[in-house]
């Protein structure tokens, strides 16, 4: 895993194991909010051990950006503390989350102390202030990537821990791609100094709006030349002409793991276009 402090208070901690996933820690006297838990329990007790070892705080809150299990994992470890999500993701997590754990559990066997936490504290689409000592976080409703995908905003030290929202490239199976152009069109307005995305570095004050926009023109190219195959009704197959770069991305970003979310995308498109 590794670690880096992007403020004086707040860390950002990316896995080594599992798509450089991202989780990230507000530290405060009154207590630490967690956003997000890493993917694999080693690295999430890491965290803890940092969090509480090192810095010699406890988790007070913790944010459930979306209900992916990537995300979610290591939210047993932390006990005490108060969840707060999005109300679909407990839902989410109460369903397919517990089905998708227990299917996990049998592959890989490092996963068997894992249980999932239900959300207590949760938000719909207005979103929810958290005032921790000098901080102030707003938790917003980003949908997109999934329908109860939350950013968290600092508004003190603008810096937004995006979550899936923002990614190397954008992931739009489980959610609307109207959605996701929605949520990104609204960072730019934002005047942040770092976007903390869901998976992959972080972004800086001056690269931040070149990433916002590439992923918009990536959605865009993504939509039109899905309907455009949907339109001259060519086979499924046909969707191997829409290349990763054809819409503008590169294939190298998160280990290769780029290509995959890409196929993924234009084949759910696919099936969503053709469904009507
Ligand atoms: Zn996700």
């Known amino acids: ?16 194991l599992y798509a450089q996933v991202t989780a990230g820690a507000v530290v405060a ?19 803890k051990d940092f969090l509480e070892n090192r810095l010699g705080t406890r988790v ?41 754990l227990a299917q996990a559990k049998v592959q890989s066997p490092e996963l068997a102390d894992l249980e999932i936490v239900l959300p207590d504290i949760l938000i719909d689409s207005g979103g929810l202030y958290l005032h921790l000592g000098k901080k102030t976080l707003q938790v917003m409703h980003t949908p997109g990537h999934s329908p109860d995908s939350v950013s968290v905003l600092l508004k003190e030290d603008r810096i ?37 995305q869901g998976h992959g570095e972080v972004v800086l004050r001056g690269e931040i709006d070149d990433a916002i926009k590439s992923n918009l023109r990536y959605l865009d190219n993504v939509r039109k030349k899905v309907e455009q195959l949907v339109k001259k009704r060519r086979p499924r197959e046909a969707l ?7 819409c503008g991305k590169s294939r190298i970003p998160l280990n290769g793991l780029a290509a995959q979310l890409h196929r993924a995308n234009i084949h759910a ?8």
């Open 160 to 196: 937004l821990f995006a979550a899936d929202m923002m990614m190397p490239i954008p992931h739009i199976v489980d959610g609307e791609i109207e959605d996701l152009i929605r949520s990104l069109q609204m960072v730019p307005g934002l005047g942040l100094e770092n976007v903390i």
């Open 29 to 47: 006297p009154e207590g630490t909010v967690l956003i997000d838990t890493l993917a694999f329990p080693s690295e999430t007790r890491e965290i």
């Open 240 to 246: 191997k002409e829409i290349t990763i770069e054809s």
């Open 60 to 100: 007070k809150y913790l944010i459930n950006t979306h209900y992916h299990a990537d995300h979610t994992n290591g939210a047993c470890y932390f006990p005490e503390a108060k969840v707060i999500s999005h109300y679909l993701c407990r839902t989410k997590l109460d369903t397919v989350g517990r089905k998708g």
């Open 1 to 16: 895993m590794l670690k880096e402090r992007v403020s004086d208070d707040i860390y950002v901690f990316t896995s080594e």
């Open 269 to 276: 498109l696919y099936d969503r276009l053709t469904a009507k």
